[in-house]
């Protein structure tokens, strides 16, 4: 049995008194995102080269893909040997405002049986939007991981560095029209919560005097755009506005690496805690016993701190999480991985 020794006054001490945790101010830019400015998705087909005999050796759409492509270039081939080449798929996204001529990465991952892409080059290929524009032409080398992650790597996937270049502009169309035939957008916050969105109306209206602040349908929150200053100055004045977010109860836990991560607003009511193997010492007692009483209030901050202070393990600090949230006094989602 391990035997830990502590003041149980002290123990009192730490778990009973709620820690003051200081509140955060944080940028609305990184609370949400504005409607209509987004990345777009683009995707295409190719054909991978160059491969050393770990092709496709059974597609019929790689064999006829490839004689397509050889006819294209005024070569006539019937029958196309495809060991050394591969059928894939191309993705990639396209950040807001990406300009004509610039690069990008794109992802190619194999469509059939080959076995591996290493070392193989992509031939130029259209990558389209869910409009059916060509918004990419992509083509170059396939890398892979380097070092030991290689050798659990899928050998079917790879990544092509700036292999993505830009030949259509896809321009966001963010700014709308209320009923009152203003001009105004949208924010959405990225996780909903109605007291961080009153905070943030309350927040835009003090900054913002010229423009009216409402909650709109969807949970989105409109913001009229004031026509006296610049657009790109009136939405930086909207992204750096600071406010203190409404944070969930969560806390998690990894099993494996014994990591704890917990909000500073998760409470636990009282409990008491018994944990075989675990001895607790009163001060000027020879009484011993293996149970720790919480009052009510206690976060978990409060109680990891104070298993830590007397040596208990991670493990240890994990079942009492759980045995904690089983029977309903940890106020929190936990959520083990």
């Known amino acids: 049995m391990k035997k830990i020794v502590f003041y149980i006054f002290s123990f009192f001490f730490m778990l009973c008194s709620f820690s003051a945790y200081p509140e955060i101010p944080v940028k609305i830019k990184n609370l949400s995102f504005i409607d209509g400015y987004k990345p777009n998705q683009v995707y295409g087909y ?14 019929n759409l790689t064999k006829s893909s490839l004689k397509n492509m050889l006819n294209s270039i005024g070569i006539q081939e019937t029958n196309p040997s495809t060991k050394n080449t591969a059928a894939v798929m191309i993705s990639a996204t396209i950040p807001p405002h990406l300009r004509i001529g610039e690069k990008i990465d794109v992802s190619v991952s194999s469509v059939g049986d080959s076995k591996s892409l290493i070392g193989g080059i992509l031939i130029q290929s259209p990558l389209k939007g869910a409009d059916g524009n060509i918004y990419v032409v992509a083509q ?44 105004a957008l949208n924010l959405v916050l990225k996780r909903w919560d109605y007291s961080t969105a009153d905070r943030m109306m309350k927040a835009l209206g003090k900054k ?130």
Do not use: C
């Not at 190719?46 to 597609?59: I, P, Q």
């Not at 899928?154 to 709308?176: A, D």
């Open 140 to 183: 170059g080398k396939l890398s892979f991981p380097s070092g030991e992650d290689r050798r659990s790597s899928v050998k079917t996937s790879g990544l092509i560095v700036s292999g993505g270049i830009v030949e259509k502009e896809i321009k966001p169309e963010f700014i709308i029209k209320t009923a009152d035939d203003k001009e």
């Open 46 to 59: 190719g054909l991978v080269v160059g491969l050393a005999g770990t092709g496709d050796s059974k597609s």
């Open 208 to 337: 913002l005097k010229k423009s009216e602040v409402t909650l709109s349908e969807n949970g989105k929150i409109l913001v009229t755009i004031d026509k006296d200053i610049p657009l790109s100055e009136f939405i930086s004045n909207i992204e750096n506005v600071e406010i203190v977010p409404e944070t969930n109860a969560v806390v998690v836990v990894n099993e494996r690496d014994g990591t704890i991560v917990t909000g500073g607003n998760v409470s636990i009511s009282e409990a008491m805690i018994s944990k075989k193997g675990m001895m607790i010492q009163v001060e000027n007692s020879d009484k011993k016993v293996n149970a720790a009483y919480i009052k009510d209030a206690a976060t978990v901050k409060d109680l990891v701190d104070s298993l830590n202070a007397v040596g208990a393990t991670t493990e240890d600090i994990i079942s009492i999480l759980k045995a904690l949230k089983d029977s309903g006094a940890l106020h929190a989602e936990l959520i083990v991985r």
